[in-house]
C-alpha cells in the first residue's frame, strides 16, 4: 500500500467561477489535512475508483478502501481539486475539476486492470454516475451511497446571486450517527462551489437514462444531508437492470464511517464477486 504526498499545489487564478481572484496565478504548496491524504494500492486484474463527497475527503473513504486492499483488489482513493485542504482553495474550483480528476484515474486504473467498479458517496455518487454515462461499458458496475442528485433548501435558489454577495455558508460534515466518528472535511462551504455543484446536479440528472451498469444503492432514511428523494430520483432514471436498493436503518449521510459501514464494505465486495468471478481465485487479485 502506498499513500501519495502529504501536500498539494494550490493555484489561485483568474476564473470565471471566481472573478474576484488575482490576476496573476499564485502557486504555493498547501498541507493535506491529517488523513485527508489520496490513497492507491496496486492489487489484482480487478480495480476500484472510490470518490468522495463534495466539501470532503478521501478519510471518509479511507476504511471502505482499506477493505477492499486487503482483499487484493486495485484501488483508487483519488483527493479531489480543493478538498482535503482548506476552504478557500474551494472556492477557485468546480465541478469540471472535480470530474476530470475521477475520469483521469478511471483512465489511469483501465490501462491495468480488466474490470473497474466505480464507488462514491454522495457528490461521489453523482460523479459516478456521469462516469458510468460517459464511460459505458469500461465500467462494469456502481455502488453508490447515499448519492447527492440536486442542492436543497431555498438557499438553493438563491446561488446564482448570493455567491457574487457571501463567500461561504455552514459546513456540511459530520453527519455521524456512530459516537466518537469524525468526518476530515470543512467547517465551511464556498459559495462559488456550491453554484458549481448545482450545475453538476442538474447535468447529471439529464444524463441519468445513459447508465446501463449494474447498480447497488445504499441510502440511510435518516440523512440531514441528503435526502431519500434524491436516491428515487435516481432509481426512477437510470436504464440499469440489474438494480439493488439497500436501506441503512443506523446510519446517517456518512454511512461510511458509521453503524452500516461494515455491512457497505460487505454488500460491495460481494457485488464485485458476482459480477468478477475471478476474485477471490489465485492470481486474480494479488497484491501487496
Given amino acids: 500500500m502506498s499513500v501519495r504526498s502529504r501536500t498539494v499545489k494550490s493555484s489561485v487564478k483568474h476564473s470565471p467561477r471566481c472573478p474576484s481572484a488575482p490576476s496573476d496565478e499564485q502557486e504555493t504548496l498547501v498541507p493535506v489535512l491529517p488523513g485527508a491524504e489520496p490513497f492507491r494500492h496496486e492489487g489484482g486484474e480487478v480495480g476500484v475508483l472510490l470518490c468522495h463527497g463534495f466539501t470532503g475527503s478521501p478519510q471518509s473513504l479511507r476504511p471502505w478502501a482499506d477493505y477492499l486492499a486487503e482483499r487484493g483488489l486495485t484501488v483508487s482513493l483519488p483527493l479531489l481539486p480543493g478538498h482535503g485542504t482548506r476552504w478557500e482553495d474551494m472556492a477557485v474550483t468546480g465541478w469540471q475539476d472535480w470530474y476530470a480528476e475521477v475520469d483521469r484515474e478511471l483512465r489511469v486504473l483501465r490501462e491495468t486492470c480488466e474490470r473497474v467498479f466505480v464507488f462514491g458517496l454522495s457528490m461521489g455518487g453523482a460523479l459516478s454516475l456521469r462516469l458510468a454515462a460517459k464511460h459505458g461499458e469500461a465500467i462494469s458496475g456502481l455502488v453508490l451511497v447515499n448519492p447527492a442528485n440536486k442542492v436543497h433548501g431555498l438557499s438553493a435558489y438563491a446561488l446564482p446571486v448570493a455567491r457574487h454577495l457571501v463567500r461561504t455558508t455552514k459546513?456540511?460534515?459530520?453527519?455521524?450517527?456512530?459516537?466518537?466518528?469524525?468526518?476530515?472535511?470543512?467547517?465551511?462551504?464556498?459559495?462559488?462551489?456550491?453554484?458549481?455543484?448545482?450545475?453538476?446536479?442538474?447535468?447529471?440528472?439529464?444524463?441519468?437514462?445513459?447508465?446501463?451498469?449494474?447498480?447497488?444503492?445504499?441510502?440511510?432514511?435518516?440523512?440531514?444531508?441528503?435526502?431519500?428523494?434524491?436516491?428515487?430520483?435516481?432509481?426512477?432514471?437510470?436504464?440499469?437492470?440489474?438494480?439493488?436498493?439497500?436501506?441503512?436503518?443506523?446510519?446517517?449521510?456518512?454511512?461510511?464511517?458509521?453503524?452500516?459501514a461494515e455491512r457497505i464494505f460487505d454488500e460491495s465486495y460481494r457485488f464485485i464477486g458476482r459480477l468478477a468471478p475471478s476474485v477471490g481465485m489465485k492470481g486474480s487479485t494479488s497484491g501487496g
Avoid at 193 to 198: E, L
Avoid at 209 to 228: A, E, G, K, N, Y
Wanted: hydrophobic residues 40%; glycine residues 4%.
Fill in 171 to 260: 459546513g456540511l460534515a459530520d453527519d455521524i450517527a456512530l459516537p466518537g466518528s469524525h468526518e476530515v472535511g470543512y467547517d465551511r462551504v464556498p459559495l462559488h462551489a456550491a453554484h458549481s455543484v448545482r450545475r453538476f446536479f442538474r447535468l447529471v440528472d439529464g444524463e441519468l437514462p445513459q447508465v446501463t451498469q449494474p447498480v447497488v444503492l445504499l441510502h440511510s432514511p435518516q440523512d440531514h444531508v441528503v435526502p431519500p428523494a434524491d436516491s428515487a430520483r435516481i432509481l426512477s432514471r437510470i436504464s440499469s437492470t440489474d438494480v439493488s436498493e439497500i436501506l441503512l436503518e443506523q446510519s446517517y449521510h456518512v454511512a461510511t464511517l458509521d453503524h452500516d
